[in-house]
């Protein structure tokens, strides 16, 4: 158990829908971390929350948003939602807003869009 | 931007066995990590070795990186059934001057280790 939890494990829903997918980092550690895991695309980072504050950004669409809340959970909204959008969103944490350090990862969000 | 690649993508072999994976990257880099995904399941850390390390050890495991050619190998010895997994690579990439770092993850070698 990394300590990274993220609810809900599974959600299906259909196109042109918004969806929110919730993640609580480890106690103690103040950067948040996105991942979306396809099988075509791999491990791709989105974006990145450290402290409350957006620092880094990634592969993330424009019909995704996110946010760090100042109890420092983190929530990622998907919006408009297409077929090609179904994958793994993971979200991980660390305790400094580096990137090179290592990462802690939660169990992941399974997405199934119809 | 770097990026590590897994070779091979697939091994498969006996419990008892050593495992080896390599990865390769293409830009200097600070660091190197492994991770570890059980099917469908959040990835683990496994070890992260520095630049200016050439061996690092935990347990079964044994990374080794040579950064003269960009590569790093990643040995578990005496394999189990419970090490089946994918393990990635993951490098550094700096977005910014300045600014924050992303790991960049290769696609993976799927190890399966039969009983």
């Known amino acids: ?54 620092r880094a950004k990634g592969n993330i669409l424009e019909r995704f948003s996110a946010q760090q809340f100042p109890d420092l959970h983190s929530e990622l909204n998907l919006s408009s939602l297409e077929l090609g959008d179904s994958a793994l969103y993971f979200c991980a944490s660390s305790v400094t807003p580096s990137g090179l350090r290592e990462q802690f990862f939660g169990p992941g969000t399974r997405l199934t869009v119809l | ?29 600070n660091n190197l990590q492994w991770y570890r995904q059980n099917s469908g399941r959040g990835l683990v850390h496994l070890i992260l070795i520095r630049s200016n390390e050439r061996e690092k050890h935990s347990g079964r495991l044994r990374v080794t990186l040579d950064t003269s050619k960009k590569s790093s190998s990643l040995l578990i010895t005496a394999s189990r059934a419970a090490d089946t997994a994918s393990y990635f690579c993951a490098t550094a990439d700096r977005l910014t001057q300045g600014g924050s770092e992303k790991l960049v993850f290769g696609k993976g070698t799927k190890l399966t280790v039969n009983p």
């Not at chain 1, 959600?11 to 042109?16: F, K, R, S």
């Not at chain 1, 929110?20 to 396809?38: H, I, N």
């Open chain 2, 1 to 29: 931007s770097q990026q590590g690649e897994e070779d091979p993508q697939a091994l498969s072999i006996q419990e008892g066995e050593n495992a080896t994976m390599n990865c390769s990257y293409k830009t200097s880099i």
């Open chain 1, 1 to 54: 158990d990394s300590g990274v939890t993220q609810t809900p494990k599974h959600l299906i829903t259909a196109t042109g829908q918004r969806v929110t997918l919730r993640c609580s980092p480890r106690s103690g550690d103040l950067s948040v971390y996105w991942y979306q895991q396809s099988l075509d695309q791999g491990l791709q980072f989105l974006i990145q929350y450290y402290n409350g504050e957006e």
